[in-house]
Nanobody, 117 residues
């Protein structure tokens, strides 16, 4: 049984910062990718950032220069440092882990981020 658990969400004002963390519990193979998605009310889930087990990171254009993803694949954890937050960053943030062989995708339950103006 595997569970991804996010933490670090909360409410901040415009320009503030939050650090989200995600950790896997239970026995699971090393993941190839750990990613962050978010979903705003009335919107579909969108990719925010991803990182490979080789340390290569990619970001959505709307967070470049503001967010930083980091991971420790041996510990099966991933973090997302979010700076210069805007109301458009409001949403539920989800952690995702991918194991390609055999193919498995794991999701966390989500953590709420609210940015007020």
């Amino acid at each position: 049984q595997v569970q991804l658990v996010e933490s670090g969400g909360g409410s901040v004002q415009v320009g503030g910062s939050l650090r989200l963390s995600c950790a896997a519990s239970g026995s699971v193979d090393t993941m190839n990718n750990m990613n962050w998605y978010r979903q705003a009310p009335g919107k579909q889930r969108e990719l925010v950032a991803r990182i490979t087990n080789a340390g290569f990171a990619n970001y959505a254009d709307f967070v470049k220069g503001r967010f930083t993803i980091s991971g420790d694949f041996a510990k099966k954890t991933v973090s997302l440092q979010m700076n210069s937050l805007t109301p458009e960053d409001t949403g539920v943030y989800y952690c995702q882990g991918i194991i390609p062989t055999p193919f498995r995708v794991y999701w966390g339950q989500g953590t709420q981020v609210t940015v007020s103006s």
